[in-house]
């Protein structure tokens, strides 16, 4: 996609609507194996945090475009010892061709885009996750044919899975509800920019009821309790998590054809029971696969493919 060229993604709604839709259209194909990209580039992958889908479908997407692959672990880069993200950023610039970061703080995230020129991915912050919303996306639509007037309720901590589905939904029309405890809820400013975007278009619900907010959904989907930075708290969030957490009782109030996601890691028995994720509502293998699928698009676009 050729308007892409060049751009970051640092958020969902970096991307418009129709952006968004042609996105998942090229993903699609690329799935399908109707189209073959072939883009000789060089990534880097600079994550603060721990992952697996996210680094290894990235460096697929890459090899199988033809790219390739340099893993900048912060631990052996001097960015780990203290160097400046504004000096580091503008050197890395002038060796790669785009550059996936995961880290804490949208703002260090800015600041990388800021001073380099090449394309910046977020590869998941405190903030937001675009680019698994990008694959979750493209399951709902593979599992109900389109996105519009269906509904995908998240239940759990307002983190960054939350704030970025709000946004991914208003921009293509799918409602979002959200069910959230109190002093847990997502991002106020997102919330506002997802009603705003949505206006029209799609539902967009923030509640404390875990039922209501089920009723009659498509998708019922969750994340941990703890996000990663958030470990110390994890014990004291289990009994106030615990009516969010997506079981069979929850699921019956769902549509009868409802599917079941959780970007993962999951933690059975916390936000997910083992039963409800090896159910045969559950699509989170083919949520997991999506990533590689939808980021292999999103490369291919941002470097300039025509
Ligand atoms: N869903 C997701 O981003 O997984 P990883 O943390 O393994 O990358
Ligand atoms: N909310 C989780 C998502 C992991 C993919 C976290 O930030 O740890």
Redesign the pocket.
């Known amino acids: 996609m050729k308007k892409l060229k060049g751009r970051d993604l640092l958020g969902t709604a970096d991307l418009n609507a129709e952006e968004t839709l042609s996105l998942l259209e090229l993903a699609r194909k690329l799935k399908n194996q109707e189209l073959v990209i072939q883009c000789n580039k060089v990534l880097g992958l600079l994550f603060y945090?721990?992952?697996?889908?996210?680094?290894v479908s990235f460096s697929v997407a890459m090899y199988q475009l033809g790219g390739q692959v340099i893993d900048l672990n912060p631990s052996l880069t001097q960015v780990g010892r203290g160097e400046p993200i504004e000096d580091t950023a503008r050197v890395l610039d002038r060796y790669l061709d785009i550059l996936a970061i995961?880290t804490f703080a949208q703002a260090d995230l800015q600041t990388f885009a800021n001073y380099a020129q090449i394309p910046i991915i977020n590869a998941?912050t405190d903030l937001e996750?675009p680019?698994?919303i990008l694959a979750d996306l493209l399951t709902v639509q593979e599992c109900f044919g389109s996105l519009a007037g269906k509904t995908l309720t998240y239940l759990g901590d307002g983190n960054n899975m939350a704030n970025s589905l709000l946004l991914g939904g208003a921009l293509t029309g799918l409602n979002i509800r959200v069910a959230a405890p109190q002093g847990y809820e997502p991002d106020p400013d997102i919330v506002q920019r997802a009603q705003k975007i949505a206006a029209g278009k799609s539902e967009i619900v923030v509640t404390q009821d875990p039922i209501a907010a089920v009723e009659g959904a498509q998708v019922v989907y969750t994340d941990v309790w703890a996000s990663m930075g958030q470990e110390d708290s994890a014990d004291q969030r289990i009994p106030i998590f615990k009516p969010y957490q997506v079981n069979q009782q929850l699921i019956n109030h769902a549509d009868p054809q409802a599917i079941i996601l959780h970007?993962?890691?999951a933690h059975r028995g916390e936000e997910i029971t083992n039963e409800a994720i090896e159910s045969e509502r559950s699509r989170v293998w083919d949520q997991?696969e999506n990533?590689m699928h939808a980021q292999k698009a999103l490369l291919a676009s941002l470097l300039g493919w025509e």
């Open positions: 945090k721990a992952s697996t889908r996210t680094r995961r998941l996750h680019c698994q970007c993962l890691p997991a990533r």
